[in-house]
């Protein structure tokens, strides 16, 4: 894992705060808000801790607290007003600049705050979808732009995965109550993004499913013992980065030899490398979903 990122550039500090470069060299000039440094050819550096404040001014702002009045505000205090308004506020767009702030901060306590406060006008599907696959997404943008460190994003992956996992086993002391389909939920050998399909696997068993949850980087031998156990298996995959695109069929191909003696294979797929499918050679028993919502409205 890289070291975490300590210095950043004013695009950096607009993609993850939202305000524009502009407003942020005024709100230097104006109240001194942050302190940049400067390269030897004059660019602006800013510091983790300009950073942190930042998020937490952008926060106040959004929150109706005019500029002029912030910059009055200790740097001490600042947190702990932020902190005020994400126990009483929980909307969605506030919520998602208060994950970024904890994730910036490695803060658990103030993503378990605003996690809460999500959690006492919504239920767990909906923060999931309206909160954390926007948020995720918009991780992955600042992870490819090196404007976050991969330390930042596993450290709120696993908070998110920590609570996919605990709405997951307040359904598993329950009994399927649907025997036509049993699930097997795997990755692919080196694929190790799981959040989509933990997700999955809290979907199939709310939907009263048995689900066989074996996780990430699966070799497709090891697929074998559950095809001894289990009659209508719908193996159910997400393809985010493996296979590679030019491997994808051949994966396909590898899998259709392990079922071959199977009578009723069925095999669901989603992930941006089923873009590279080919449907010449998919096998009629390989479905393809752009979307948890779709799969799970096939459930």
């Not at 702002?61 to 002029?68: D, E, M, R």
């Not at 506020?89 to 996690?115: E, G, P, W």
């Not at 994003?153 to 649907?178: A, D, G, R, V």
Request: include cysteine.
């Amino acid at each position: 894992m890289n070291n975490v990122k300590k210095q950043f550039s004013i695009r950096d500090l607009e993609n993850l705060s939202g305000i524009k470069a502009h407003t942020i060299r005024i709100w230097e000039k104006r109240y001194n808000l942050l302190s940049p440094e400067r390269t030897d050819t004059n660019i602006r550096t800013y510091s983790l801790a300009s950073l942190q404040k930042l998020l937490n001014v952008t926060l106040l702002y959004n929150n109706g607290h005019k500029i002029s009045k912030i910059a009055k505000i200790s740097d001490k205090e600042i947190p702990y007003v932020v902190r005020e308004i994400v126990a009483k506020h929980s909307h969605k767009s506030q919520a998602i600049n208060a994950f970024k702030l904890a994730m910036v901060n490695f803060d658990q306590t103030m993503f378990f705050n605003t996690y809460n406060a999500l959690l006492s006008e919504n239920s767990f599907r909906e923060i999931f979808k309206e909160t954390f696959v926007p948020l995720l997404n918009e991780l992955g943008l600042l992870w490819q732009t090196d404007t976050i460190s991969p330390a930042h994003e596993h450290f709120m992956s696993s908070l998110i995965k920590q609570k996919i996992l605990l709405n997951i086993e307040k359904l598993q002391h329950l009994e399927p109550t649907k025997t036509d389909k049993v699930f097997v939920a795997f990755l692919p050998e080196n694929e190790i993004h799981d959040i989509g399909l933990l997700y999955i696997n809290y979907e199939i068993i709310l939907k009263g499913y048995k689900c066989i949850y074996l996780g990430p980087t699966i070799p497709l031998e090891n697929l074998e013992d559950v095809l001894k156990y289990f009659d209508d298996i719908y193996f159910v995959s997400y393809f985010t980065i493996f296979p590679e695109k030019d491997r994808v069929n051949k994966y396909l191909e590898e899998f259709s030899k392990l079922v071959a003696d199977y009578q009723n294979p069925n095999f669901w797929i989603l992930g941006r490398q089923i873009n590279f499918i080919d449907d010449a050679v998919k096998p009629n028993y390989c479905r393809t979903f752009t979307s948890i919502d779709s799969l799970v409205s096939n459930l």
